[in-house]
């Protein structure tokens, strides 16, 4: 008796995409993860959060959007839409991934988290809209989100290597400074939902609960975090000049550099501007383009040998580190 295949195994049986089509599949969902976390963010900045007043439907009665509902159903209906977009995107890239010659199984595992990630971010964000905006759940709901984007920043790197063991490009120290980057903006994230939840953009008209505790306190907090950040990321510029990195991780991090210098200001501006929501909105696309920096500059200091033919590299073999 025949097996009976499943729909990817059989594309994949009859189409290998090219490295550069894998890596503008995982590009896609890159994109489409910032796309949806500043999307959610206008959704609360305009007051839309319960433009649709119930979950998995837009009404008790209509799947859809209704004229009732005015311009906030529309927008928080059309936030919901987006969902799909993004959902095409990592689909595009998990077709990609399972399609490679030879099969990559590590980079479809990746792909399909990305896969899970958004369904579970779809139910967390129908419990938000259940619970009334929740602060802690629109929280969690922007964490995950964030999330998301981690994965498909890690698998847009992976697409552009091969599958050997990685091997590191600069010296420990350098690599600790890096990873203390990586948790201090996962702080610094965590401490901006803090404000968020504390601050005056509740998502919605009517009296939404708020965090217990004053916004301007928590943004003092949250703006000694992002100093702290900017000190890591000037220490590892210093440190990869000091020990001659290659070109790509210097430019990495002078990229990172230029975006918290932007993301600062941006912060600054709206504080002393009592949180205009256009500034809060330019805040959240800082928030995404710091973190795939972040990311970006971690994950160029090892790489990743090609073992077989047909996977890409992102740039050519250079000589191990000794840790």
Not at 50 to 61: A, E, N, Q, R, V
Not at 112 to 126: E, H, K, P, R, T
Not at 279 to 303: C, D, I, K, N, Q
Request: net charge positive; glycine share 8%; proline share 6%.
């Amino acid at each position: 008796m025949r097996a009976v295949q499943t729909p990817l195994a059989f594309i994949a049986q009859r189409w290998t995409p090219s490295p550069k089509t894998l890596r503008r599949a995982a590009l896609s969902a890159v994109v489409m993860s910032v796309v949806i976390i500043v999307t959610g963010g206008a959704v609360r900045l305009t007051g839309s959060g319960l433009g649709c007043d119930t979950w998995p439907k837009c009404t008790d009665d209509s799947l859809f959007t209704t004229p009732e509902q005015g311009i906030h159903g529309l927008i928080e209906f059309g936030n919901r839409m987006l969902t799909y977009v993004l959902s095409a995107a990592v689909g595009w890239t998990i077709i990609a991934a399972r399609s490679m010659k030879p099969r990559r199984r590590g980079l479809s595992r990746l792909a399909w988290s990305q896969f899970w990630i958004v369904m579970g971010n779809a139910v967390l964000g129908g419990i938000t809209v259940l619970a009334g905006l929740n602060p802690w759940t629109v929280a969690g709901h922007f964490l995950l989100a964030n999330g998301l984007l981690t994965v498909a920043v890690v698998t847009w790197q992976r697409a552009r290597e091969g599958d050997g063991r990685p091997r590191v490009r600069v010296p420990k120290p350098v690599r600790q400074l890096s990873w203390a980057i990586v948790a201090a903006s996962v702080a610094l994230i965590v401490l901006g939902t803090a404000v968020t939840g504390s601050g005056k953009h509740a998502g919605d008209s009517s009296e939404v609960p708020r965090m217990p505790w004053h916004w301007a306190d928590v943004a003092h907090i949250h703006a000694a975090a992002a100093w702290a950040v900017c000190a890591l990321a000037v220490a590892i510029w210093l440190g990869l000049r000091v020990v001659d990195a290659p070109d790509d991780i210097r430019a990495r991090a002078r990229d990172l550099l230029l975006v918290l210098l932007a993301q600062g200001g941006i912060g600054y501006l709206q504080y002393f501007t009592g949180v205009p929501e256009v500034l809060v909105a330019a805040h959240m696309l800082g928030s995404a383009l710091m973190w795939v920096a972040v990311l970006r500059l971690a994950l160029s200091l090892r790489e990743r040998e090609v073992t077989a033919p047909g996977i890409p590299s992102h740039a050519e073999p250079t000589p191990a580190v000794r840790a």
